[in-house]
């Protein structure tokens, strides 16, 4: 059996013993009990959004193992000096696909840069993969992006219970560093929110 399909088998029998329970005990606190007081509510509803961020957490964690998913940038940080909020989500991306991987960056509405969108597109195969969780729970996932001419470092750190990510991206074309913050979504689920991505130009 190859690696990716042992990691895929993996990922399935992780989902088919976790994912049910936390939908059961998610459809228990859904329900609104006749006669709930202002505390129970928020009680309920405090355990209600825990659930959640722990149903996310766990498939965020597979989407990584298989190696499929894609984190669409909610914040950008250029060189830990310039904040970038709410940027567009559709061109500013960091796609991986098993062995490829897309980091797409499109900041500047006034110029096309290099990808045509106003940023760039490195687009290559993953290579020096590592990923280990830390003593807090947190999911630690680096490899590098080796594209045409120009590779990338990428240091994914997803937060426990939850699918929040940190991204910290060291490029080789410039010394200029980058972070991106948003939600690490597999890449199927991602794709039938009807939520679009739009790759640009990469680098010939």
């Given at each position: 059996m190859?690696?990716?399909?042992?990691?895929?088998?993996g990922?399935?029998?992780?989902?088919?013993?976790?994912?049910?329970a936390?939908?059961?005990?998610?459809?228990?606190?859904t329900?609104?009990?006749?006669?709930e007081?202002?505390?129970?509510?928020?009680?309920?509803?405090?355990k209600?959004?825990?659930?959640?961020?722990?149903?996310a957490?766990?498939?965020?964690k597979?989407?990584?193992?298989?190696?499929?998913?894609?984190?669409?940038a909610?914040?950008?940080?250029?060189?830990?000096?310039?904040?970038?909020?709410?940027?567009?989500s559709?061109?500013?991306?960091?796609?991986?696909?098993?062995?490829?991987a897309?980091?797409?960056?499109?900041?500047?509405?006034?110029?096309?840069?290099?990808?045509?969108?106003?940023?760039?597109?490195?687009?290559?195969?993953?290579?020096g993969?590592?990923?280990k969780?830390?003593?807090?729970?947190?999911?630690?996932?680096?490899?590098?992006v080796?594209?045409?001419?120009?590779?990338?470092?990428?240091?994914?750190?997803?937060?426990?219970?939850?699918?929040?990510s940190?991204?910290?991206?060291?490029?080789?074309?410039?010394?200029?560093t980058?972070?991106?913050?948003?939600?690490?979504?597999?890449?199927?689920?991602?794709?039938?929110?009807?939520?679009?991505?739009f790759?640009?130009?990469s680098?010939?």
């Amino acid at each position: 059996m190859g690696k990716i399909m042992r990691i895929l088998v993996g990922a399935l029998l992780a989902m088919a013993i976790i994912l049910p329970a936390a939908a059961q005990e998610l459809q228990q606190v859904t329900g609104i009990p006749e006669n709930e007081t202002k505390e129970e509510r928020k009680a309920r509803e405090k355990k209600l959004e825990e659930l959640r961020d722990s149903i996310a957490f766990v498939e965020a964690k597979m989407a990584i193992d298989s190696s499929y998913f894609v984190i669409t940038a909610d914040r950008i940080m250029l060189d830990n000096r310039i904040n970038v909020m709410a940027p567009e989500s559709s061109t500013n991306f960091i796609l991986v696909q098993g062995d490829k991987a897309i980091v797409q960056l499109a900041l500047s509405k006034a110029h096309p840069g290099l990808n045509g969108l106003g940023g760039i597109t490195v687009d290559g195969t993953i290579g020096g993969r590592k990923i280990k969780t830390t003593k807090k729970g947190d999911i630690y996932y680096t490899f590098n992006v080796n594209g045409t001419g120009i590779s990338a470092q990428v240091t994914i750190t997803v937060y426990k219970n939850s699918n929040q990510s940190m991204v910290y991206i060291s490029p080789n074309f410039h010394s200029n560093t980058l972070t991106v913050y948003g939600p690490l979504i597999p890449y199927d689920h991602y794709g039938t929110r009807n939520n679009k991505i739009f790759k640009g130009r990469s680098i010939p």
